[in-house]
């Protein structure tokens, strides 16, 4: 008997601050845009886009389009979401190859 599946949805688990910037670090450490974006996307669902979107200062509905599969978020809107959420970037140098 096969056992069921079960959707996971990564946002319900990113329940205080430290989780989510862990969650956000890992993202960073892919180095893939895509990646990154995506992660950020689910960080916001997991806050609530309409409280996202209140304190970005942007719509709802852009929030959705920027982070959704196809979508292409700039960094102007990264990094209002990201101080929404409230996480943000360090430069670092890193070691060379």
């Known amino acids: 008997m096969k056992e069921p599946l079960y959707d ?3 946002a319900a688990a990113l329940v205080d601050p430290e989780t989510i910037a862990v969650f956000m670090a890992d993202a960073f450490e892919t180095g893939d845009a895509g990646h990154i974006a995506k992660a950020l ?14 304190e970005s ?3 709802r ?4 389009r920027s982070f ?7 960094l102007k809107t ?4 990201m101080r929404a959420v409230g996480v ?6 890193h070691a060379p190859s």
């Open 68 to 74: 959704s599969e196809k979508g292409n978020p700039t």
């Open 57 to 59: 200062g942007l719509s």
């Open 41 to 54: 996307g689910i960080v916001a669902r997991a806050k609530g886009m309409t409280e996202i979107a209140k």
């Open 8 to 10: 996971y949805d990564p």
């Open 88 to 93: 943000d970037m360090t430069a670092r140098q």
């Open 78 to 81: 990264m990094l209002a979401v």
């Open 61 to 64: 509905e852009m929030l959705y």
